[in-house]
């Protein structure tokens, strides 16, 4: 059964959601569960020693555009996570084996979209891909040479072992695996699934060597595809090839504090549309004829987090800088960087924090080359045109009035959207939050 999402004012999804936890409890908070229904009478810590945990959730974000676009409205979306792990050597001495499965259900609507902003990067990085249900994860994770080898196999998501990096904010420019944000018609983040195999191998105790292969198929992208087949385990025909990336990771202690740096190659084997040239080599904007076709697709991304100041793990400063770098050939977008900061502990209340973030992202040059040459001789068919930078700003404060919920208000503002110097900037106030069952 479809679960819909429920159209609200700001203010009345924050009401709602502390009369839920105060409904429902009260009784943890003493003993400050991260679970909004705690130990399920101990049954929860029971299962786990058995083998068996549990990842149940809601999260929603809401954003309403003061400026920019052509409506001054409000948005709601939001999603339903449903997920389970079963250690395999404590339930049937299947030693180092685990097995994942993750279900989610996205529901609720784009602001960019419905206001016509204009944006390359999600105000509501929650939305997308079709706003149904997913089988987001559904793989067997084996482990070897003492642990120092992990392999995995199944359905996935790129970003969940790929260039993979935190989601506090609420703007996509700062959230998930950075490479899915401009090249997201092949390298696929939460909560879209293909087939694919990761192995991981533990050069030393804080250094790690990770490839991976996954699924390239235009129906994984498809929105009304996932509508009908979200769910189903099937392998879909109209495969085109492999997304193969290739990542160094380092988890650093500097002066005590930690960090995680990544750098990463990736190579898709799948054809890819020259954004410029067609099959003759001339300009398409000229001939009209069908693009020329490139026999595969790459980029780079370098992802580096650190804590700079407090306790190690706990309050303090910590920062972060994102660089993703595409072929310029097939890309539309085909830059991305974004730089920011948190503070966790403020006011010494240890689950709040707040967050700070700029990001740029890059709208090819020849497809700005392509759209100047199309107006030029077709001047009654004019388009604008993508050149430059999208920026964008965000800030948050996130209140946790207790441990399982996180309230996180915030407000981004988006100067020359999609790279466009024609569109209005955009101000907008958002809403981000998150409960843990």
Known sequence: MRIHSIKRPLAGVVLACLGFAGASAHAQDASGSKYLFGDWGGERTRLADEGITFDLGYGFEAAHNYSGGDRE???????????????????????????????????GRDIGADANIGNNQLIQEVYGRGQTWHLTIFQLEQKFFNDRLTWKIGRMPVGEDTGSFSCDFQNLSFCGAQPGNIVGDYWVNWPTSMWATVLKFSTTQN????LSAYQVNPKYVDDSYARRNGLKLGFPSGTTGWLIPLEFGWKPSINGLPGSYRAGVWYNTSKGDDVFYDVNHEPRALTGDDPLQRTSRRGAWITFQQQV???????????????TSADHQTSPTNNQISLGMEYKGIFDRPNDFVGAALGFTHANGDVAKYQRLYNAVHPDDQGLVKSGYEKVAEVFYSWSPIPSIALRPNLQYIKDPGGIAEKNNAFILGLKASVAF
């Not at 999603?79 to 259900?105: C, P, R």
């Not at 250094?207 to 990770?210: C, I, P, V, Y």
């Not at 100041?309 to 660089?323: D, H, M, P, Q, S």
Request: no cysteine.
């Open 207 to 210: 250094t790690w060597l990770q």
């Open 73 to 107: 409205i409000t948005r709601y979306t939001d999603q339903w996570k449903f997920g389970a792990s079963f250690d395999l050597d404590k339930l049937w001495n299947w030693h180092g084996a685990k097995f994942n499965i993750m279900v989610t259900d996205r529901n």
């Open 309 to 323: 100041t407090g306790e190690a793990g706990g309050k303090g400063t910590n920062v972060f800088l994102n660089i």
